[in-house]
């Protein structure tokens, strides 16, 4: 934490080259799974690298825009789209793509009892919502602590 606090500091305020660097930093060595062209050496041993690099940014964007949104999740009861649209500098269609998204990402499939395919889908997060219109409807969802 002592060699990176400055990094991380950054890319919790959405410092992309912050995010970059650490990533290299801490990256596995990514391998093409095809051979080089050794007739136009233009650098291609770096695309895998390239590639993951890219998809991981694209990935911590909209982890960043999710933080920014649970927030504002968690001060109200009820909310229009289009208030928390504005909040976010989103269009209202943009915001329930995005709130669609948020769902899937703080959900699991969880098994409980029966036959494994009668799991279910849970929120694994203390906020749950959904929308209903152009109103969305939060609950809070305590989440029990082990001791």
């Not at 995010?19 to 990256?27: A, D, P, T, V, W």
């Not at 136009?40 to 933080?67: E, T, V, W």
Request: aromatic share 10%.
């Amino acid at each position: 934490l002592e060699k990176c606090g400055d990094r991380m500091q950054r890319m919790r305020s959405g410092d992309e080259a912050a995010i970059e660097e650490l990533f290299s930093f801490g990256c596995p060595k990514f391998l093409s799974p095809v051979a080089p062209n050794y007739d136009a050496p233009q650098g291609s041993a770096l695309d895998p690298y390239r590639y993951q690099l890219r998809i991981f940014l694209q990935d911590a964007s909209a982890h960043a825009k999710l933080g920014t949104s649970r927030s504002y999740l968690r001060l109200y009861s009820t909310m229009p789209l289009a208030k928390l649209a504005s909040f976010l500098g989103l269009k209202p269609d943009e915001l329930r793509v995005h709130l669609h998204a948020y769902k899937h990402r703080f959900s699991q499939v969880a098994w409980t009892s029966g036959p494994a395919a009668s799991s279910a889908r849970v929120i694994d997060d203390d906020v749950d919502f959904y929308v209903d219109g152009d109103m969305i409807h939060i609950a809070d969802v305590k989440v029990a602590r082990c001791y």
